[in-house]
């Protein structure tokens, strides 16, 4: 079965520095991975998605994520820490296994920027 | 505008109750979703639909049920089966076909007990 992890439940980091957030995935045939953006009380926000191509994948807002096959990894990044990127973020895989689509999404990290 | 509308955005449900909790697009989008988001426990797929009168369970189906009469629209019944309903709803929508990929979400519906 498709799934992804995500291994960090919280990540603080101060305002101005980079971000990691962490996302580990288990497909069987090409991924399509995402990265969304919950706020509090509302839906989630696309921030950019891996399907083919450069490893490096440029998204919203500042974000990108480096797909790393070997590692089975799609980190997210951000070069410079903003107080309001302060959210929860899922990573997802897109799941085609059965003839139907669906997405699987990780269980969240709580991201804390610090001023 | 172009998006996915989920109504009502609060719904309080007396125990005992069936509630359908509104989800509507217009982004011509064939697959439909609902997922059900607790603390600490992500999105969970509760049914999806690719295509119009048809609809498959995801992975928390039991308690709840769907129909898709419009491509348009996709709502989710609570039914008093469901023991613990009370949790954030989310819908979703998305192209089956083409690299546009990204499934788009509505605002979501928090659905409480009383």
């Known amino acids: 079965a498709q799934s992804v992890a995500q291994p960090e439940d919280q990540v603080n980091v101060a305002e101005g520095n980079p971000l990691t957030v962490k996302c580990t995935y288990s497909v069987s045939g090409n991924p399509y991975l995402f990265w969304y953006v919950q706020y509090p009380n509302r839906g989630l926000q696309f921030l950019l998605k891996?399907?083919?191509?450069?490893?490096l994948v440029k998204g919203s807002y500042g974000f990108e994520a480096e797909f790393n096959k070997s590692q089975t990894s799609f980190h997210l990044k951000k070069p410079s820490a903003l107080v309001s990127d302060s959210a929860l973020y899922f990573c997802?895989?897109?799941?085609?296994?059965?003839?139907?689509?669906?997405?699987?999404f990780g269980t969240g990290t709580r991201l804390k920027v610090l001023a | 505008d172009g998006g996915i509308t989920q109504s009502p955005k609060y719904l309080f449900r007396k125990e005992g109750q069936n509630v359908t909790l509104s989800c509507e697009q217009n982004l011509n989008h064939d697959a439909m979703y609902w997922y059900r988001q607790d603390p600490g426990q992500g999105l969970r797929l509760i049914y999806y639909?690719?295509?119009?009168?048809?609809?498959q369970k995801g992975d928390i189906a039991e308690g709840y049920s769907v129909s898709r009469e419009k491509k348009e629209s996709f709502p989710l019944t609570v039914t008093s089966a469901q023991k613990n309903p009370t949790a954030f709803y989310l819908c979703?929508?998305?192209?089956?076909?083409?690299?546009?990929?990204?499934?788009?979400f509505g605002q979501g519906t928090r659905l409480t007990v009383v």
């Open positions: 979703a929508s998305s192209p089956v076909t083409g690299l546009n990929t990204e499934a788009f």
């Open positions: 639909s690719q295509i119009v009168n048809d609809f």
């Open positions: 891996y399907i083919t191509g450069d490893n």
């Open positions: 997802a895989v897109r799941d085609d296994t059965s003839g139907t689509y669906k997405y699987i």
